[in-house]
């Protein structure tokens, strides 16, 4: 009996993997769009023009607290639950800005959309925003991410700034890329807004 609850695990493992792959080449999720102005072996430097967000704030001050509950918010709006019924296309990455005096989790809007074309949110709690303009500084790591891994990261990329002489000029933010069902191959993100002159 156990044999075969072992090999029907397998077996269900292997067709979660199969679809997944299946997924990830039929439909390519859109990711929020930027110019890459620097780069050397440890971190890089972008340029990310404004762009619309459905954004959620919360009191929460970390990865943990934060990524559950705002996921289902703003999912939620995507997936029909806006004043016109409508589904909106899941996008990459999503943006959490985690710090100790509350936090936000957003999913950037299509390119398609403008701010004055997206229905409105049935939960109030979920609001439409454009961002200004930015250069950012970022660094990369795979796995799953978690409050650990993403405050080294963090750490280091301030380091790696300051020791350039580089100025910041904003909080950090968190971008993940993966659902949480891509086992392999995961990316994970830290950018750190900063002043920047091309």
């Known amino acids: 009996m156990k044999a075969i609850y072992i090999i029907a695990s397998i077996g269900f493992l292997f067709l979660l993997i199969q679809s997944y792959q299946l997924m990830s080449k039929n439909f390519k999720t859109e990711n929020q769009k930027y110019r890459t102005v620097f780069k050397d072996a440890q971190f890089e430097i972008r340029f990310y023009p404004a762009a619309t967000f459905a954004k959620i704030y919360s009191t929460g001050t970390d990865y943990q607290s934060v990524s559950g509950s705002g996921f289902k918010k703003l999912a939620g709006y995507i997936f029909g639950g806006n004043d016109q019924g409508k589904s909106i296309s899941m996008t990459a990455p999503v943006r959490m800005e985690l710090s100790e005096k509350g936090s936000s989790m957003s999913f950037v809007m299509p390119e398609k959309y403008k701010e004055t074309d997206l229905p409105k949110p049935k939960d109030a709690s979920v609001h439409i925003v454009k961002s200004s303009p930015q250069y950012v500084a970022v660094i990369g790591f795979g796995g799953y991410a978690n409050d650990e891994k993403i405050k080294e990261r963090r750490d280091f990329l301030l380091k790696l700034i300051h020791d350039k ?26 950018i750190i807004p900063i002043v920047w002159k091309e």
């Open 165 to 190: 002489g580089i100025q910041v000029a904003g909080p950090y933010t968190f971008l993940g890329y993966n659902a949480p069902f891509q086992f392999w191959g995961r990316k994970n993100e830290v």
